[in-house]
């Protein structure tokens, strides 16, 4: 089974509508991250969080929104879709580790389509 | 904004060739990772170095690393058509509590 896992892996909806993207983990990890990826380009940070209590913007927060609802669940809404939200999202987990340890581990994300 | 920078931005080889792609970067880091994305994939970690280390060797995998001029590159030796992905770079910048920046990317096709 796959440590990172997301749901759903494909969605079309429209302009308007509220999304949740959702990830789950069994990497035990604390760190868990939502990034952006626009075709042809790299990954920008939506939110991120070091465990349950801790939530952080990231580099591109404005119009998302995420709940931690446990070690192993992160979740990433878009409370009123638009089309320049049309992207792939990826979800990605790390150890509290330092500057030796902590490389990221993705989901194998969703394409989200909003017309 | 982009901490690192990957160079070239797309790059076509022939099976067997070597791949060599660079990455800039602006601050100081604790360590440098490439990470490979097959189309429409979530990235996979490839390798990590240090900020006090110059070479790092998997497989078919080197990475070096100068600090002085910010810079790292990836080489991919006898490449193979399955190699065809995008790498990035990421940086783990001093004090940034070992978050991650990743770059732009580079494209690397791999014709059989």
């Known amino acids: 089974d796959a440590d990172v896992t997301q749901t759903p892996r494909n969605r079309i909806t429209k302009t308007g509508k509220r999304i949740m993207l959702e990830c789950s983990q069994t990497?035990?990890?604390?760190?868990m991250y939502w990034y952006r990826q626009d075709p042809g380009l790299g990954l920008r940070l939506i939110y991120y969080s070091f465990d349950v209590k801790d939530i952080n913007k990231g580099e591109i927060s404005d119009g998302y929104s995420v709940s931690r609802q446990a070690q192993a669940k992160f979740s990433l809404s878009l409370e009123s879709a638009i089309p320049n939200q049309t992207a792939l999202y990826f979800c990605?987990?790390?150890?509290?580790?330092?500057?030796?340890?902590?490389?990221?581990?993705f989901g194998p994300g969703t394409r989200l389509t909003v017309l | 904004s982009q901490q690192g920078e990957e160079d070239p931005q797309a790059l076509s080889i022939q099976e067997g060739e070597n791949a060599t792609m660079n990455c800039s970067y602006k601050t100081s880091i604790n360590n440098l990772q490439w990470y490979r994305q097959n189309s429409g994939r979530g990235l996979v970690h490839l390798i990590l170095i240090r900020s006090n280390e110059r070479e790092k060797h998997s497989g078919r995998l080197r990475v070096t690393l100068d600090t002085s001029k910010k810079s790292s590159s990836l080489l991919i030796t006898a490449s193979r058509a399955a190699d065809t992905a995008s790498y990035f770079c990421a940086t783990d910048p001093y004090n940034a509590g070992n978050m991650l920046t990743f770059g732009g990317g580079t494209r690397l096709m791999v014709k059989p």
């Open positions: 990605a987990t790390s150890a509290v580790a330092g500057a030796l340890h902590n490389e990221q581990f």
């Open positions: 990497k035990g990890h604390d760190r």
